[in-house]
């Protein structure tokens, strides 16, 4: 690991934070329950809610959601990932180190845009089971695995420098091949650039894989050999109701519709292709 330099920002007794994004809605009482397990191992631990409307198993949409958040937080955050279909199965539950920041989730792809943004990375096997609340449900190991591993990760951040530096220590072996998801690549062709949908917001805009530095003024983009949308700079340069290109705050090529939803507009959804094709 190479806590070096994220170490100057963690301060001893610091408050530790935790933030938690699942597929488990709110209606429930499951996020209720991993907060209720969290505050009674960590009780001075901050929990964020960073989202709880993930399509039920959507991991790819997790992947995204976490990859948008994770390093803005402080060095030291608990990031906690709950979408896993495969709960119960052999999969293996991960705790792992990037960049300063930790990681609890489920071995099942989850990681994968974090693991990809961070070339120096730490991942173990959670197998500390007198970490575990018990009996641990076959069906909830949100509650019952993810939440107090979570909860011990963050008291650690809080006793510490010293302690930090050996936050994976005694959570399991290490893994060298955690699960991860094919990311698609876009290319530049002699006449185009190409590329797909990675991601649908709720919002409806298709997000994609096409970096926003690859495009020129006056750019069209086509999704699935669809309209034309205008590469502009806002919606606002766009009649209500129809298509345009921009890009977004990820930094990608997003199809939009100005005040509707591209994704209802052209009837596609992640997967599709995308072809941005020079202006007149």
Request: avoid cysteine; glycine fraction near 10%.
């Amino acid at each position: 690991m190479s806590l070096v330099e994220p170490l100057r920002h963690i301060r001893p007794q610091t408050v530790s934070r935790i933030t938690l994004l699942t597929d488990f809605g709110t209606v429930d009482g499951y996020v209720a329950a991993m907060k209720g397990v969290i505050a009674a191992r960590a009780p001075n631990a901050i929990i964020d809610d960073a989202s709880h409307d993930i399509p039920p198993g959507d991991v790819a949409a997790a992947a995204w959601t976490l990859s948008r958040y994770w390093r803005l937080y402080p060095p030291g955050t608990v990031h906690l990932v709950v979408v896993d279909p495969g709960v119960g199965s052999e999969r293996r539950a991960l705790a792992a180190e990037a960049d300063g920041r930790l990681f609890v989730a489920p071995d099942n792809g989850v990681l994968t845009r974090v693991l990809a943004e961070v070339g120096d990375t730490a991942v173990v096997s959670i197998e500390a089971a007198e970490l575990f609340r018990t009996p641990v449900s076959a069906t909830f190991h949100g509650r019952d695995v993810f939440a107090p591993v979570a909860a011990e990760l963050a008291r650690r951040v809080a006793a510490g420098p010293a302690a930090f530096r050996e936050a994976l220590t005694g959570l399991g072996p290490a893994v060298v091949d955690p699960v991860r998801l094919p990311l698609p690549e876009p290319y530049r062709a002699a006449d185009h650039l190409a590329g797909e949908v990675v991601h649908v917001d709720r919002f409806g805009n298709l997000i994609t894989n096409v970096p926003g530095e690859w495009l020129a003024p006056g750019a069209r983009a086509r999704v699935a050999g669809g309209p034309a949308a205008p590469l502009v700079r806002t919606y606002a340069e766009v009649a209500p109701g129809a298509l345009a290109a921009l890009v977004g705050s990820a930094g990608m090529l997003e199809i939009s519709v100005r005040d509707g939803s591209a994704a209802e507009r052209l009837g596609v959804g992640r997967g599709a292709s995308v072809r941005v094709e020079p202006g007149a």
